[in-house]
């Protein structure tokens, strides 16, 4: 090939960049993969064909790609932060915590890579190393609350810790700014409730609600239009074609509330040879939304060949970001319920699992844990959490009536108090044969755990958490008011 003169190269990358920009991505790649012949060294190159390769759902070539770019400039800051995200996203966990490990060593690093480290190690199950490094940092950084929050996501505290001290002390700062008291007080009000001061704890965590709240205000009738035009979306689907495609991975979908037990119940069947886990994936909505128009905006879902084409791009980004080859991996995306229907239809092998579980524990769990500004925003509020349960209700409802015998039903409080029967009825409506590892998932130490539950998921069942509420009654009572007349169970 003869050597390309500079305004060709620099052409070349505009018109990747603008072909990039408009989604056309096979004419990025070719005008790239001109420039990577021309230009070898060059790190941007390589780095520019790996994020083609991720949007396309090519794993194998995101990730070359990737360490192509890393290996031509491993002192890039900005590529080395973005590769330790992708690398983690995209299950690479010794080459995310090399990256880590680069940006730590980087002159001027910050607070922030050290906590990433931990709270990557963390996921992965290596709590005492992520508690060496989060225990270092705080007698460096004693004020920083976030890194409290985070470090006993993954942490129970016993009496006497030092940290608690500190803790409190940091609380009664007036002039603490409201992010820092909105971290701190979920950190704090966790460690009051584990060291016997329930209320004293739920005091803290009400105080961080409320400024959550405030900093994020909720709208329960714009949530309830939004869900409501997606299931209206969904009455008129196309019936199931006779000759099913065979779409590879096959989903299992596993929803519920957050902190209901989705958890336990991916975990479970995760263990299983043929499973891989693929924790929150966050796929399956957002593509419904590109496809079919977002919330109110989503018409009529009726063309048999977007559904097909939704189908195949879900597979396609779930085996992108599922690493190895098994043929079934589990989806535990919380807002999967929303759209059942369509999922069913795009793809007719996949089976979905709901988890309920008391709305009391479930309620105290979303108030007591924090969620990132702007998510899960009815959890501030008991009253919201009420409604929010009940419309998540209505919804599972509905697809066993319109779908019967498509949703399986498992109730967290009696898989934690008879395992065995239960986890052997979720692994034939998952389509599978039994394993007895399926018993034993707690020993399964394969794979980041993407979820609050992070400590738990790396236990066997216990059935501590059961009737947690009971402790909460009387904090409880707006939650228990707003629920009224209808059933518990």
Known sequence: MLPLSADTKTRLMKQAASDMAQGRLSKARSALQQLALA????????????????????????????????????????????AAERFRHLGASDEALAAYDRLIAAPGSTLGAQADKAHYLQHLGRFDEAEKIFRKLLRQHPNEAQLYRIFLGGKKLSQGDPLLPAMEKLWTRK???????????????????????????????????????????????????????????????PALPSAEPALS?????????????????????????????????????????????????????????????????????????????????????????????????????????????????????????????????????????AHAIKRFR??????????????HEIRYEALVSDPEPQSRALIAAAGLDWQD?????????????????????????????????KKHERELQPFIEAWGDEPWD
């Not at 083609?52 to 932060?81: H, M, S, W, Y």
């Not at 739920?202 to 939004?226: G, M, S, T, Y």
């Open 39 to 82: 230009e070898p060294k060059r790190a941007d190159i390589p780095y520019q064909l790996s994020r083609i390769a991720f949007e396309e759902g090519d794993r194998e070539t995101c990730l070359a790609q990737l360490r192509k770019a890393v290996k031509l400039a491993p002192g890039n800051l900005q590529l080395t932060q973005h």
């Open 175 to 237: 002039d603490l700014p409201e992010p820092a008291r909105i971290q701190l007080g979920y950190a704090l009000g966790k460690a009051l409730d584990e060291t016997g001061q329930p209320e004293k704890g739920f005091a803290c965590v009400a105080r961080a609600n409320a400024l959550q709240r405030k900093a994020a205000p909720f709208d329960n009738a714009a949530q309830d239009r939004e869900f409501a035009a997606v299931r209206a979306a969904q009455a008129d689907l």
């Open 249 to 385: 991975p096959r989903p299992v979908f596993v929803t519920g509330m957050p902190r209901s037990g989705t958890t336990l119940v991916e975990r479970i069947l995760a263990a299983h040879g043929e499973v891989s886990a693929g924790n929150e994936l966050g796929l399956a909505l957002k593509l419904a939304y590109g496809t079919f128009g977002a919330g109110e905006q989503m018409r009529p879902i009726t063309d048999t060949a977007r559904i097909e084409a939704f189908g195949k791009r879900y597979t396609t980004l779930a085996r992108r970001d599922v690493p190895g080859d098994s043929p079934v991996i589990t989806d535990k995306s919380i807002l999967s319920y929303l759209i059942i229907g369509l999922l069913h239809r795009a793809l007719p092998q996949a089976r979905f699992i709901v988890v309920q579980r008391d709305p009391r524990d479930i309620a105290l769990s979303i108030y007591k844990n924090y969620f990132n500004t702007g998510s899960h925003r009815y959890g501030n509020d008991l009253a919201d959490i």
């Open 394 to 407: 209505g919804f599972v409802a509905h697809w066993k009536e319109a779908l019967p015998g498509v949703v």
């Open 437 to 469: 590892a399926c018993l034993d998932f707690h020993k399964n130490k394969s794979g980041a755990v993407k979820t609050l539950s992070v400590s738990q998921a790396r236990q066997p069942i216990y059935t501590g958490s059961a009737q947690a509420w």
